[in-house]
């Protein structure tokens, strides 16, 4: 009796265990930010989207299989030519999230594999693509505007599948030896060029600073000697107006009887043969007989 009893409670045991199996694997839990996906008997379930959380599935025969939708990144290594036939080696960092919409499709197409399936190949294709577009140096001097037509180009093709790039960059750009030794070439020429242009300029500009500097100094002993010629012309107009200031003044003093004065103190006894008979000239007569009366001590002989 006690050995049924053992192997009635072992029995139990095993069921309930069983049951306990059952009832574990039946549940699956869906992380959050994912999508989960109904498997039947390794057929995609037809609309067996599952939101995150707890759900039930037949053990054995379903699963669920998660899709993470959040942010996800990639990083990988290609090479592209560029438009002028240089290699070019890129180091390229992808992010990108899986649309909960799109996770049923996706999944059914192309699996849990679907970043190397889908984005890797796509990314080499948008790399390719943009790097034919440019020249070596351009790739170098354009990096942002090349790095932008990529992710563009790159999220087109990814957009239709239920892909969204979220950033796109580019970690690192890599050349040939030669191609990198001619740049520096051409840089260290161009920063020669640039130097001398400085240097020309500068130059110039002191030439100009010169220029005007001796323009100023002329301007300036030009106007010196102007002042000095103005005061020198002033200095002999002054003079020219005193001396004409005192001859009229003596002009103005003088009388016919200074004048007759003056000539008898000058002449010298000799009569002149010719005499004018205008006003303004000497009166001989009136002469000898000033002279002949002053001689006899003033006697009038009359």
């Known amino acids: 009796m006690s050995n049924k009893l053992l192997k009635h409670g072992v029995l139990v045991a095993v069921i309930l265990v069983a049951l306990v199996a059952l009832l574990a694997n039946s549940f699956t839990r869906v992380p959050i930010g994912s999508t989960g996906i109904m498997v039947t008997m390794g057929r995609v379930q037809e609309g067996s989207t599952l939101s995150e ?11 669920i299989v998660s899709l ?13 030519f560029s438009k002028d036939i240089q290699t070019v080696s890129a180091k390229l960092a992808v992010n990108y999230r899986l649309r909960p919409e799109k996770s049923f499709s996706v999944y059914k197409s192309y699996g849990t594999g679907f970043e190397q399936n889908i984005i890797v190949p796509a990314t ?3 790399l390719k693509s943009v790097c034919a577009q440019y020249t070596a ?8 505007e090349s790095s932008d037509k990529m992710r563009d180009e790159l999220d087109a093709k990814l957009t239709d599948m239920g892909i969204t790039v979220t950033d796109f ?34 130059a110039i500009a002191q030439a100009e600073r010169e220029k005007q500097v001796a323009i100023k100094q002329a301007e300036a002993a030009a106007e010196k000697v102007r002042i000095e010629a103005e005061a020198q012309a002033n200095a002999v107009k002054l003079a020219a107006d005193a001396e004409a200031f005192r001859l009229e003044s003596i002009n ?24 004018g008979g205008a006003s303004g ?7 000898i007989y000033g002279i002949t009366n002053e001689a006899n001590g003033g006697v009038n002989n009359d």
């Open 68 to 80: 993470d939708n959040r942010v996800q990144k990639l990083e990988l290594n290609t090479e592209a």
């Open 252 to 275: 103005q003093n003088l009388t016919e009887l200074t004048i007759q004065n003056t000539l008898a103190e000058r002449w010298d006894g000799k009569l002149p043969t010719v005499s």
């Open 53 to 63: 959380g707890l759900h039930f599935h037949l053990p054995f025969v379903q699963e």
């Open 137 to 144: 140096e351009e790739l170098i001097s354009k990096r942002a």
């Open 124 to 126: 080499h294709e948008a």
């Open 169 to 202: 960059n580019i970690i690192d750009f890599d050349f040939s030896t030669d191609f990198i030794n001619a740049v520096e070439a051409k840089q260290v020429a161009e920063q020669v060029k640039k130097k001398a242009a400085t240097e020309n300029e500068t």
């Open 281 to 287: 000239l000497l009166d001989i007569g009136s002469l």
